[in-house]
């Protein structure tokens, strides 16, 4: 059943249509004026919005604009008795779905609602599609990430507030568009603010929107993150470096629900749900009195720590693969395989900089290389990378022991072009122990394969 929502000023109009409505199987609300809409839709979502044109105070044009201009998406359908081509050109300009003059028969209505109604749900299932095959695709199948994924699964359909801690470059953004993708929410905005990128007197501007002339520079009404996300979702990256000020305004917002504009004299609702991240140790800044303990507890209510890369065991060869094809194909290149001691050598990078660095490497990569992505290339993309292999002396005694295993037969294999047979009798083992041990030390024969 879909919430419709009906719009002017005519009480037989909204009486008739909101009944044709209702027949169909919808249910309908009626609003007698522009204002009376406005606050219906920032209380609830509606499926599709039908608005007259012409009505007093405020016409169905500006409504349109207003309804834009709080970031809804929601389709609307403009409707005048008094239609012209002119006022038409002006609706879908404004983004109208589409321009119904009066009187309506009730087949153009319902044939209006459907296919507004199947344009909405293919929008909703390309969000879908992009969001589980494009740029923001969740890539990981090392138990860290295992327990990532499911703590997005458990958290993501309610309203709960979550923070998501973890290094520079983590990935933070991705799980954050991926909770709010999964969510009731969905059909909303995704809206982004990074609290250390902008400057300290204009953050509650961004933040809060601003009324005309409220200060220099404002020459016009802005709308703050927060009504731009209204019933979407907001994420508030680096949370940990908000300046004090505004903490305790932020605060007030996530208790009454509101916002007041800068320079505005009346308080706005908002529904949106927050989430938060940070690289910094909130409960740290709590107790150094950086961090107000009052807001610590109601942005900390589901925390979900994201792993450093060079401790998602297995993921790097994954990403890469992952990060190729979508550079390879945004660029038009023709794909460029990496062989298997460009991987091994990936695998021992320590990556400082995380996925992020990860992802910027291998397009340097693929724009070094000939042909396919080897060893030499590597090391030219990542000139620090002697600097931080991990060399004898690094890491436990079993991780030094299965590294060195897995070159070695990494190795083996290579020089003896697959062949498990010659390998094994190089290296003294019996070919089905070589196999267990491959299988064991996680080495993939028919990634190496394809690699030779």
Not at 50 to 71: N, Y
Not at 235 to 258: H, T
Not at 318 to 335: C, G, I, M, Q, Y
């Amino acid at each position: 059943m879909s919430q419709l929502l009906i719009v002017d000023d005519d009480h037989n109009t909204l009486a008739s249509l909101s009944r044709a409505f209702r027949l169909a199987g919808h249910e309908a609300t009626v609003a007698e004026s522009a204002a009376r809409a406005l606050d219906l839709i920032r209380s609830r979502p509606f499926d599709l919005i039908f608005s007259d044109v012409v009505m007093p105070e405020k016409d169905g044009l500006t409504l349109l604009a207003e309804i834009r201009e709080l970031g809804v998406t929601t389709p609307v359908v403009m409707v005048s008795g008094q239609g012209t081509l002119d006022m038409a050109v002006r609706a879908t300009k404004l983004g109208a779905l589409d321009f119904l003059e009066k009187p309506l028969s009730t087949e153009r209505l319902l044939l209006t609602l459907e296919n507004a109604l199947k344009l909405s749900r293919l929008e909703t299932e390309n969000r879908d599609f992009r969001t589980r095959f494009g740029r923001h695709e969740i890539v990981g199948q090392s138990e860290a990430m295992k327990r990532v994924l499911a703590q997005v699964e458990r958290v993501a359909p309610g309203t709960s507030r979550v923070c998501i801690l973890g290094e520079t470059g983590t990935g933070k953004e991705v799980i954050a568009r991926s909770i709010h993708d999964r969510s009731v929410r969905k059909a909303g905005r995704f809206v982004t603010l990074n609290c250390a990128a902008v400057p300290a007197e204009l953050i509650e501007s961004e933040l809060f929107g601003h009324e005309k002339g409220s200060f220099t520079g404002a020459a016009a009404r802005h709308l703050g993150k927060f009504e731009q996300a209204n019933r979407g979702t907001l994420f508030l990256d680096e949370i940990g470096d908000m300046p004090a000020s505004m903490q305790s305004k932020l605060l007030r917002v996530l208790e009454e629900g509101e916002v007041e504009r800068v320079g505005g004299d009346k308080a706005v609702a908002v529904d949106v749900r927050v989430i938060v991240a940070t690289h910094r140790n909130l409960e740290e800044l709590v107790r150094k009195n950086a961090f107000r303990e009052d807001l610590f507890h109601r942005i900390y209510v589901f925390p979900i720590a994201l792993p450093a890369l060079r401790d998602r065991n297995g993921d790097v060869a994954l990403l890469v693969d992952h990060f190729a094809r979508r550079v390879s194909a945004e660029n038009s290149w023709k794909p460029r395989a990496f062989t298997p001691k460009a991987i091994a050598l990936l695998d021992q990078y320590q990556w400082p900089g995380n996925v992020r660095e990860l992802r910027n490497a291998v397009e340097r990569m693929l724009l070094l290389a000939d042909d396919a992505v080897d060893d030499h290339t590597v090391r030219l993309a990542l000139p620090r990378l002697q600097a931080n292999e991990p060399g004898p002396h690094a890491g436990t005694l079993a991780s030094r022991v299965e590294s060195f295993e897995r070159s070695t037969i990494q190795e083996e294999l290579s020089k003896h072009r697959m062949n498990m047979t010659g390998a094994a009798k190089a290296l003294g083992l019996e070919r089905s122990y070589l196999y267990k041990k491959c299988a064991s030390l996680g080495i993939d024969l028919g990634e190496l394969r394809k690699g030779e």
